[in-house]
């Protein structure tokens, strides 16, 4: 039907090559680790990386198949990121079993081990979607149960006795769902499915969001009655940072909602209105802690130990200082793979996994892994920019920032830059919830860019296999048949 | 392990992943100029599609030839249609050349015609009108370069 066309080429051998590239960069770290660690690089270093180098490969064999225009770029970056985080929790491991026991350590045991298995588990399940997911418009019929289950999700570790949702008892955070020893997170989950329901939500309401609107210091602002939904976003955010004790997610969620709004209506009255929002809370939970306590004692010690560090350098302190300390010990080269003291660091296997690995691999390797982080959200909004359909402008869009966002959460509150809020770091840190949720972002935006690559089809002729005969019925302004160049 | 090794690996190990970055960036790059050849759209009438891949942008006369139609105002403002021989057609209807999601437009609101190189407007039956420039078109009337054609909230303009 559409009779536009761009050259394109599916670029799936560049895939291949920079994969394998990626799983060397992994295994010459592990070998490092090992040099570094066990003064000796055993014959099985490579056995982690080969497990996770063939299921990378396997889902480079799905995309091959189910999505080959595909950006060429987001897997093996994934790749490497998730690769060199397995490699990271295995050398953790390592320093901390007994001498005797580190040259034959069993790879799925540990964190290490079990980050693999999880890896292993994420990825087929991203390749599951990819296989089930043949056009991401499909998913909009969906929005409003994954809506719906996005907010239950959301919900769930409030309400449920600190007991089955804490799972840390240093931290008072309830973000988990913890039964029987199984535990998930399912906030990682949730921010998907929100962020379907938004998307859907503002296609339909975008005309009337963006047109009606009154002036006001040369600013277009938005009627009152379209601010309800904004309205309703931030009274949740606000109840799961009061109720769950999280300013990250929190902030997540409502950054989140605001630059889908602003993507949909460009407007920069939204963007406004959104930090206003967001400082009126933030303020307002620090001087209720300060006053009131209660749940916002919390953040009113967070934002404390941020200003002052060393206030209570033994104390609460401690955590965000040994981090601060690592990076400092790294200094511009880092202290090579393994030749560091990341354990010192509480919980360097989660939140502070970027101080832990920012000692060893100094600022230039840093740098180099935000580099990475940052093509990889360059190459979701360019899918986001270049796909066809409001819908999945919106989903790249916000799909890619919100990674963006929660980086910047996590490695601003580990660099001090703003008060710290546990998150994991996206692919890196320990964790089979943030991991799966994760690959299963990459999945869809995989499937976008495929989408926004694909040569158009000329004619009335056969569409591509799996795309409905016409788009989803509801998807209003579905398609455009012109590309923005 | 002698320590000579163990800084080689260190600095080799930075040295691997910014090599990796750039590699990703060369992809990229290479992307980007496949993009930019192609950037310009080629517009051809349904049907004629098949072959679309050996048609060439018209073969109109330079100079003062219109060659591309450019989206001015509305949601698909920035838009780039570079004319061949056949006509355009402008409106909500899936199968337009041109589908705008425009409230004020009709499912066939408009099409752009190529006469002897001219493009002349021709008005579809639209419900809001098609206006060039101010005047409302009744029957197909030739449109200069640079005079925008307003359909509903969506200007359109021809170029060079």
Redesign the interface.
Known sequence: ?P?????A?S?RN?EL??LL??M??VA??A??VE??LL??VTLDFWVPIAAVGAVFLALHLVVRFLAPYAD??LV??VA?VNGLGVAFLRRLDLANAAPEERADFAIFSGTGGRQLAWTLASVILAAGLLVLMRDHRAVSRYAYTLGLAGIVLVIIPAVLPARYSQVNPQSDAKLWISVGGFTIQPGEFAKLALLVFFAYYLVRKR?VLSLASRRFLGVDFPRGRDLGPVVVVWIISLGVLVFQKDLGTSLLYFGMFVVTLYIATERVSWLIIGLLLFFGGAFLAYFLGSTVGGPFANFYTRVEIWLDPYGDAYGAGWQPLQGLLGLGTGGL?????G?GQPTQIPEVHNDFIFAGMGEE??L??LS??L??YL?II??GLRAALAVRDSFGKLLAGGLSFTLCLQLFVIIGGISSLIPLTGQTTPFLSAGGSSLMANWLLVATLLRISDAARRPVE????PRPSGAPATPPPQL??A??????? | MPPFVITVARIGFIVLLWIFVFTVVGVIRRDLFAGARSSRLVAAPRGVGAVLGNTKPAKVKRGRAAHQLVVTAGQLAGTRITLGEAQITIGRAEDSTLVITDDYASARHARLVPRSGQWFVEDLGSTNGTYLDRAKVTGPTPVPLGVPIRIGRTSLELRP
């Open positions: 039907m009779r536009v066309r761009v050259a080429k670029r560049a090559g920079l590239l990626a060397a960069v010459a770290y070998a490092t040099a570094n003064d000796t060429p770029v093996p970056a490497l005309e080269f880092g202290t090579g793979p030749g691999i100094g230039f390797g180099a892994l580099v990475i093509l360059e190459r000329t004619g009335t002729g209003h302004g398609t455009t048949e012109v590309i923005r160049p």
